[in-house]
């Protein structure tokens, strides 16, 4: 049974970092692009960043482009996102996912496998 794990999230002031990390088990993904997506309350889940099964190419929402690094070990099946220069608008859930490609892809539905999801509040 495929299951990831996210972990990292938090409570930060405007202007600080975090780094999310998820596992993954159940199975092999280093064949997989993998991605972060966010949904803040009352918001649809949105795209923030993907990565490639090499981890060769990635991709940014333009909310967060110049502020998040999306990586991945494939040895240790975990993506992270590191977020830097939060800002209040930054605040939502994240999710890490697996895509049923090897490409990169901004669509939800493309991504078969879910976390459970973390919190992030960035405070002003």
């Known amino acids: 049974q495929v299951q990831l794990v996210e972990s990292g999230g938090g409570l930060v002031q405007a202007g600080g970092s975090l780094r999310l990390s998820c596992a993954a088990s159940g199975g092999t993904f280093s064949s997989y692009a993998m991605g972060w997506f966010r949904q803040a309350p009352g918001k649809e889940r949105e795209f923030v960043a993907g990565i490639s099964w090499r981890g060769g190419s990635t991709n940014y929402a333009d909310s967060v482009k110049g502020r998040f690094t999306i990586s991945r070990d494939n040895a240790k099946n975990t993506v992270y996102l590191q977020m830097n220069s939060l800002k209040p608008e930054d605040t939502a859930v994240y999710y890490c996912?697996?895509?049923?490609?090897?490409?990169?892809?901004?669509?939800?539905?493309?991504?078969?496998?879910w976390g459970q999801g973390t919190q992030v509040t960035v405070s002003s």
């Open positions: 996912a697996i895509s049923k490609n090897g490409w990169l892809s901004i669509r939800i539905y493309e991504y078969l496998y």
